[in-house]
């Protein structure tokens, strides 16, 4: 066992990180000490993970993370970092490392606030570890402002501070930020390797683990939770129903309100889950008492965790639908492929007879625009338009085709 294990499919990435963490070891170790990263090195302070969700961006940060860490002995005899045993590697896998900070927000943005507390921790030396990590899994919602705040630190890192951002892509990273880190690309590992995971790591019995791996396509956390979770495997059913039920405007627009209403039924689980405790616990420290008035002063606070409650509703709902609308591109997907006749591995076998009654039922070209319909509800979306109403227009013209 190492710390890359986790690490599905990605084995170039995975020997640069390797390489690196050697580096970076003799860094730490030599009398070099303190003096700055030279050209010729394979680490770098500030390193940009990309590739399509579910490729393992933050498995591999975090691997690579683990890596810096490591004291196993066996480096002084010529070992790779990243034992998967000693201290070092253990707490930074399982996130107790006091110097491997994961930032992940469950907001739609990441703000001048939070950045600028980031920024000013990753100025400290390492507590007790060799490197001050700064793994931030979704550099994509950086604000502009944001985005500003961290490139200062990027620019003028601290001996000791490795930032690694992750993102689905390039694009989504401001140009003056990725410009500055050295860029590694994931791709979609293959169903078979991520099959494998499930079983060896998981213990998920071998035929649900890969029908689990070819329904998601090579997205190791979707195949991971449809594998393991009852409740993914319903909603996962229910949207793969609807293409059947877009037949009249009826069915069109039970479809969408029953697509919006398990998205809501999500957050509210989510909320309910989180919202209650972090809010009793603000009042506890804040100095309330349960149950009774809060004292003065404290208004702004409780104001801006309810904000903030609020922002994650907002996200936790979008993910669920987002989902949703990625397992139905897939259905139509494979419905195309058995239109086409093309050799391509149908990702839905479990739903093979309605693929084959849409099919049957259609022509080519109208899949290409059912497909469409389906980008332009996650567009309307991501334009702020009513979520129930970008998903009316969606069933709508999926019946029509
Ligand atoms: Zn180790």
Redesign the pocket.
Known sequence: MT?WDDLVGQNRVREQLAAAAKDADALVTAVSDGKPLDQGSKMTHAWLFTGPPGSGRSTAARAFA??L????PDRALGGA??????D???TSLIGTHADVQVIRTDLLSIGVKETRDLVRRAQLSPAVGRWQVIVMEDADRLTEGAGNVLLKAVEEPAPRTVWMLCAPSLEDVLPTIRSRCRHLTLSTPPVEAVADVLIRRDGVDPERAHSAARATQGHIGRARRLATDERARARRAAVLKVPLRVADVGGCLKAAQELIDTATDDAKQMAEEVDVKETEDLKAALGGVAGGRMPRGTAGAMKELEDKQKRRKTRTQRDSLDLALTELTGFYRDVLALQLGSRIAIANVDVQDSLDRIAESSSPAQTLRRIESVIACREAMDRNVAPLLAVEAMTMALRAG
């Open positions: 710390v683990a890596a860490q490591c004291t196993s970092p990243g034992c998967g045993f000693c070092g590697c253990h």
